[in-house]
């Protein structure tokens, strides 16, 4: 099994369990040097996850903590690991995520879908997507995904998911899943960004805010992992980004038209071009043009 893994060190944490144990007692590998002012408490309506939360107000890296608690063996499916302020966070095309301190989720869990082969990772990013998604349209009817794995509301991305796997054999042995998802964020230094505040005039109050997030995706992938793999396919295309609509995208050094026809098994996006031909992109191999 292999599987990239940074050791952590951090300023202060806070880690919230049904058995009440202490920071040093379940991570000891975490330096703990002050208490943190915020509390997260464990998510009461969902089955496993959230049930252990750890929070650190500033860390490089969630999916790297959430790594390192993995290694360590300090860890049972569903722990959390959020953060006010992520130095180094990651994004898709090996990009940077960046958001204000305190206004955002940042947000890592650990899952263990043992029960997906290693060509079915992709069931696993969209049924995260779905889950992210139905959170954010309790607050606009508009929210999209954007292949492979974003958030956007009217053409404007709210978020991105990060999916690090582990795999043992021919199975998935576990994964970290990262989630940015803007929430009270009003100003961006990139111009295609919003936030859940901007598209529904609220201010929401993030601790109260994460465990519906949980449920929402606890949801999702209790149905991933009962069978219901068509089921999640088909709401995935149904709620994805320029689907069987004809758009503009760029493949290299060439723009061409084409409309989404489906996702392929492995992830691939599956695009009909202007010949009626239909190519397979993987995720670096294409990217959206916008109108505006």
């Known amino acids: 099994m292999k599987i990239l893994l940074y050791f952590c060190v951090v300023s202060c944490v806070s880690v919230t369990s049904e058995r009440g144990n202490s920071a040093w007692q379940l991570f000891p590998f975490i330096k703990v040097k002050n208490k943190p ?6 998510c009461p309506k969902t089955l496993f996850l959230g049930k ?16 390192e608690l993995v290694r360590n063996n300090r860890f049972s499916e569903g722990v959390v690991v959020i953060t006010d302020e992520q130095t180094a966070g990651r994004g898709q095309r090996g990009t940077q995520w960046v958001t204000s301190t305190g206004k955002n989720f940042t947000l890592s869990i650990v899952l263990t879908p043992t029960f997906l082969a290693i060509k079915e990772q992709f069931l696993l990013s969209e049924a995260v997507a779905l889950g992210v998604r139905k959170y954010i349209s309790i607050y606009t009817e508009k929210s ?19 999916i690090e796997n582990a795999i043992q054999g021919a199975r998935i042995a576990h994964s970290v899943v990262g989630i940015g998802l803007n929430i009270n964020q009003t100003h961006f230094e990139v111009p295609r960004a919003t936030s859940l505040s901007l598209v529904s005039g609220q201010e929401f109050t993030l601790v109260h805010e994460l465990p519906i997030l949980l449920q929402s995706i606890e949801a999702q992938y209790l149905r991933l992992r009962n069978g219901h793999d068509n089921d999640i396919q088909i709401e995935y295309l149904g709620n994805l980004l320029g689907y069987q609509k004809n758009r503009k995208y760029r ?9 989404i026809q489906d996702i392929a098994t492995s992830g691939q996006l599956r695009i ?10 993987g995720m670096k191999e294409v990217e959206w043009i916008w109108d505006h």
């Open 144 to 162: 999209e995904i954007k292949w492979p794995n974003d958030l956007y509301v009217n053409n404007l991305k709210i978020g991105g998911i990060l």
């Open 272 to 281: 009909q071009l202007a010949d009626g031909t239909i190519q397979e992109f």
């Open 52 to 67: 252990k939360i750890v929070y650190l107000p500033s860390c490089h890296s969630t999916n790297d903590i959430a790594a």
């Open 251 to 259: 493949s290299g050094q060439i723009t061409f038209d084409g409309v």
């Open 37 to 42: 002012k915020k509390v997260y408490d464990s």
